[in-house]
Structures are given as structure tokens and as C-alpha cells.
């Protein structure tokens, strides 16, 4: 069913201008206004698509795709690096894009993807096999998990690349798939480094591997190149805005209907006046209530789509005493999760009923939740677990081992409204049990460097996942900000439990996505969950039933594939499906 359209608007223009500087209004002129139909049909074909997302300018931020930091603006790189194939989660099905076709073999040891033969790169050169070859290869010296499940990628010819299956898997399709696939311009330098160690035997754990790895995250291309029907343009990245133009050389450039998409910089607080003065067409920040019903009132339409993913607080092991497993068991029965996600952002954050990693749902469908630690608040268990750690209590206060006061430093991205009233709400809570908390505000640009650097205490950041298997939930905990970082959480991934004995995560996340059949990796997916519910690394606080700002009926039409909205709003964008399809059009 069409999302439901408002016709009122409200004119605030006054606060956006400084919001606008640098960047220029996407609104017609009054010239416009009064323009022929001939010039009111050119203002159609200029039309601009707006969107945000935040970024570092440079030097902190860059153009090499694989490290920290990169400008690749998270869904928006797909409308200028095309992957294989979208995705549809209604229907679970991959679409060709850069891809034509896909076929595994019989006896699983072959993946096989056909290219389209009429893509050139905005530089002109050819789209071939080398540019697949050059991506995977890049992903294997950067550690990315499809090399858990290939052992080769091989240019076949000039438009069929094979990869060597070596432990087949139901994710195999996606790990490829949906891939933005890089050019060997750019990168196929270090894409035959990787191969030349590969040839000479030499694997992650070699002097000379880490050597490429630490020389290749020093790496700054000055060029973004695009398959895309848009292209990214470094002199065009300013602190306030980012234009993407249009890629006449993309086979997609007479498909789209936006001349070029705009990607304006940063959370809340910064887009708020942008989305007030009605320049918006679509955004994932999640505002308050308040602000939403203003922005409802002004004729923007209000997505709303199922929770999978959210916040969660994360512990620093290498702190003491979050090191002991009682004391963040303590802490989770201690935090009321209800009333964090009632409080966070109404109408939108929901408490999470189980400690699991994944969200709600997911967790019924993947696990049997009659095994998992409830964690409902109860203080009695909470000093239970404290005094059994080797904590004391005296004039309501805890103290830890060593005599100094338990205290704790909450971090959060100040720019997160849901994430800093979370905090407030749970400083609050621990605090009266006695665990004086203080909510320490940060950039949000240094949330994911600060964890995996370990200078952090507590941390709020992201939990669960709105793809289609829990393996990914368990990507972001357990590996980016844990095994794959300096320090992370410290948390190590052989697990001493009482639900499962000795766990090894690293096998076991191997495991949930081994073979062709989901039901047969349950079992490994139960090991992770029961295995995070007992020793809880983060405590899962909410899940976001978020709410997206969209221009749908206002400036632009969405046309109607409702289906597309059961994908993730920035895994699989129905937003870059809609506007690389032609769906999406402009009213302007």
C-alpha cells in the first residue's frame, strides 16, 4: 500500500544558512517558478536528490575504500561503485547489475559469475574480470570473511570470473554478490602484491603480509573511479556537502532520473535545519519524537520499518573489573532495558527482551530462547554476582577489589539523541545502585576508532543486524571491534562457559554459515548466542523500529514496489534500488 501523503508545509527557512554554505539551495529560483514549460522541463532533467550521511573531509578522511575513515558514504557508494547484484529480502533474490548471471556447480566447488560486457569505468577503461579479480583480492589482504569460504578467484576470461569454493556456504551469494566492486586502475597494484605472496606461500601471519597490510592502509588515491550512474569527485567534498555528479559513461546514466544525489554531512543536529527548510529527500537519522511530527506536518512522509538492529553498551576487558564475566552479568540485571528503549526515542526504541546479540525476532527464529539468562532487573542477583567477584559495598556505594570506588565512564556520541538520553537514563540507573556512572560525550566520528583503540571505559554503539542471517550481528562484536582491531573489547574468542563448555567463537561463527542449509547451522548460531547471553561482551539495550524521513508525494515519487521496503534501509537501500532502477523520480 502507497505511504500515506500529507499536502501542508511550513517555511523555516532562516535557520539553513549556514547549512547551506558551500553547497548551494536545491530548491527552484523564483526565476524557475516563472519559467516556460520548455525550462521547467530542464529543471526536471537537473533534478537533485538529497540525502546525509556523516563523513571526515580530508586528511582524516580519503578515498581508499578499504580502511577506516573512507568517504564512501555507506549506501550512497553503491550509486557509484556498482556491486554484482541488489538485493530483494521479500522474495530473498539477487538482481543482476554488474553481473549477468550466476551459477554454482554440481558438486560445489565452483562459483561462477558472468559480467555484463557493455560497462565502462568513468575513466573510460573497460569493465572486465580484473576489476573482480582486483576487489577480492584487495578484501583477502584486508581479512574480509569471504576468503573463510574461497580459496581462489580466477579471471577466466574477460567476462567470467570463478572462485574456488573451499566451504560452501548459504552466504556465498551475498559475500560475492554484493560486493562494490573497485577498479584494478586504483588498486590492482596491491591486488598482484597480495597475489605475488599468495604465489610465494606466504599467508596472514608472514613479516612480509602484515608489511603490505600497514603500506596499503597508508594508501590515499586521489581518484574515485565509478561504474556507477553517479561518480564521487574528491574537489567536490567540502565540510558541509558532498556532490555526487552524473557518470555519462555509466551504462545506468539514462536509467536514473536525478542529474546528481547530494549528500550533506553529519547527525542530527546538522541536518535538522536542512530537513526544516524542506531540501531533503531521504534520511536514516533517527530524530525525536517532536521533530518527526513537526517534519509530518511540512508533507514528509514517515517510513517505519521492523527492528533487527540497535544499541548496545559495550565493556572494555582490559578495564578492570569489567574483566570479570559476574560483573557485566551484574550490570545487565541492574540496567532496565524497558524503560531505556520507552525513554531513547519514543516511539521508536524498544527494550530488547533477550541478551542475544541478534535482535528479537531473529533470536526466536534462530535459537531456543528458553535457554538463554533472562537478566529481568534483579538487584539482589546484581550484588550477588559483585560480591561473588570479589567487590564490596559500604554507605551504598560499590568498591572494587583493590579499595578504589567502582565508577564508570559512559561513552556516547553526543550528536545521538536516542543514544545520549539512553546513557543519561542508564548513568541514572547505576548510579543509584551504587556504581557512581558519568556519561562521557564524544564526536561521533571517534565512537568506532576510540573502541578499537580501547580508550574507552563503557561504550554505546551498534548491535544486531537487518541482513538476513545472525552471522552478521556477530561480525561487528566479535570481530571489528574485537579480534580485528589493536584492542576492542579484549575479549577473547575461546570462551570457558557453563551452557557450552569450551567455546570457540572464531569456529563457531565458521560453523553458523557452513553448507547450503540454514536449519543445520542453528546449532553453531545457539553456541555464539548462548555463549554472548552468558558472558555478555555488550548488553544489547534496544532495537530501533526506525523511522526514516522520506520526500515520498512531497518532492520526489517512490513509486510503488513497496516490497523493497522489507530490505535494510542501508545494507540493501531500497532508496539506491529505487533510484538505479528509474522507480524513483523527481516532482520538482
Excluded at 579471471?155 to 554478490?177: A, G, Q
Excluded at 570479589?390 to 556516547?412: E, R, V
Excluded at 573502541?451 to 561504550?459: C, H, L
Excluded at 552478521?472 to 566479535?478: N, V
Amino acid at each position: 500500500m502507497k505511504m500515506k501523503r500529507t499536502i501542508a508545509c511550513l517555511l523555516i527557512a532562516a535557520l539553513m544558512l549556514g547549512v547551506l554554505a558551500g553547497c548551494g539551495s536545491t530548491q527552484p529560483t523564483a526565476e524557475t517558478t516563472q519559467a516556460t514549460q520548455a525550462q521547467e522541463t530542464a529543471v526536471n532533467k537537473d533534478a537533485v536528490f538529497v540525502g546525509g550521511w556523516p563523513y571526515s573531509v580530508p586528511p582524516t578522511g580519503h578515498y581508499n575504500m578499504f580502511v577506516s575513515n573512507a568517504i564512501e558514504l555507506k549506501y550512497f557508494r553503491e550509486l557509484h561503485q556498482l556491486p554484482l547484484a541488489t538485493y530483494t529480502a521479500a522474495d530473498d533474490s539477487y538482481q543482476p547489475m554488474l553481473a549477468e548471471s550466476w551459477q554454482i556447480n554440481e558438486d560445489s566447488t565452483l562459483f561462477t559469475v558472468n559480467l555484463r560486457d557493455d560497462v565502462t569505468w568513468l575513466n573510460g577503461d573497460k569493465f572486465t574480470a580484473k576489476d573482480v579479480w582486483t576487489t577480492f583480492m584487495i578484501y583477502k589482504l584486508v581479512g574480509n570473511p569471504v576468503w573463510s569460504y574461497i580459496n581462489s578467484v580466477e579471471e577466466t576470461s574477460d567476462t567470467v570470473v570463478t572462485f574456488e569454493i573451499s566451504n560452501p556456504t548459504s552466504l556465498l551469494l551475498r559475500y560475492v554478490l554484493r560486493k562494490p566492486i573497485v577498479d584494478f586502475a586504483t588498486y590492482g597494484e596491491y591486488a598482484q602484491k597480495v597475489q605475488d605472496l599468495v604465489d610465494a606461500g606466504l599467508g596472514t601471519d608472514s613479516a612480509e603480509w602484515q608489511e603490505l597490510v600497514n603500506e596499503f592502509n597508508m594508501y590515499r588515491p586521489d581518484f574515485v573511479n565509478a561504474t556507477g550512474p553517479y561518480y564521487l569527485d574528491p574537489a567536490s567534498v567540502t565540510e558541509s556537502c558532498i556532490e555526487l555528479k552524473k557518470n555519462e559513461n555509466s551504462f545506468l546514466a539514462d536509467t536514473v532520473n536525478f542529474s546528481k544525489i547530494m549528500v550533506y554531512n553529519g547527525d542530527v543536529p546538522e541536518l535538522t535545519p536542512l530537513v526544516l527548510n524542506g531540501e531533503v529527500d531521504f534520511l536514516t537519522h533517527q530524530f525525536p519524537a517532536a521533530t518527526m511530527d513537526t517534519f509530518e506536518s511540512m508533507g514528509y512522509q514517515i517510513l517505519q520499518v521492523a527492528g533487527m538492529d540497535g544499541i548496545a553498551l559495550y565493556f572494555n576487558e582490559a578495564v578492570k573489573p569489567f574483566d570479570s564475566k559476574e560483573v557485566r552479568q551484574a550490570i545487565a540485571y541492574i540496567v532496565d532495558r524497558a524503560k531505556v528503549g520507552e525513554l531513547a526515542l519514543p516511539g521508536v526504541s524498544r527494550g530488547t527482551k533477550y541478551v542475544s546479540g541478534l535482535g528479537d525476532t531473529m533470536t526466536e527464529s534462530w535459537v531456543d530462547t528458553s535457554k538463554l539468562i533472562d537478566y529481568t532487573v534483579d538487584y539482589d542477583k546484581a550484588e550477588q554476582l559483585l560480591t561473588q567477584a570479589g567487590l564490596t559495598k559500604k554507605d551504598g556505594q560499590w568498591y572494587k577489589a583493590d579499595g578504589s570506588q567502582f565508577t564508570i565512564a559512559l561513552q556516547c556520541p553526543t550528536s545521538w539523541s536516542d543514544g545520549s538520553t539512553a546513557a543519561t537514563e542508564i548513568a541514572n540507573q547505576l548510579t543509584n545502585f551504587g556504581i557512581k556512572t558519568s556519561v562521557d560525550g564524544i564526536d561521533s566520528t571517534l565512537r568506532q576508532s576510540n573502541i578499537n583503540e580501547g580508550a574507552y571505559e563503557v561504550a554505546i554503539s551498534f548491535f544486531g543486524t537487518a541482513q538476513a542471517h545472525p552471522m552478521f550481528a556477530f561480525e561487528t562484536p566479535f570481530l571489528i571491534s574485537n579480534v580485528n582491531c589493536s584492542k576492542g573489547l579484549s575479549y577473547p574468542m575461546v570462551q570457558e562457559t557453563e551452557c557450552c563448555g569450551t567455546v570457540d567463537l572464531n569456529a563457531e561463527i565458521t560453523a553458523s554459515t557452513a553448507g547450503w542449509d540454514t536449519e543445520a547451522q542453528k546449532e553453531a548460531v545457539g553456541k555464539i548466542v548462548y555463549t554472548l547471553n552468558e558472558t555478555v561482551p555488550i548488553l544489547p539495550l534496544y532495537t530501533k523500529y526506525s523511522k526514516y524521513v522520506t520526500s515520498d508525494g512531497l518532492r520526489t515519487d517512490w513509486g510503488d514496489n513497496d516490497a523493497l521496503y522489507q530490505n535494510s534501509a542501508g545494507d540493501d537501500s531500497f532508496v539506491v534500488m529505487k533510484i538505479l532502477s528509474g522507480e524513483m523520480k523527481s516532482l520538482n
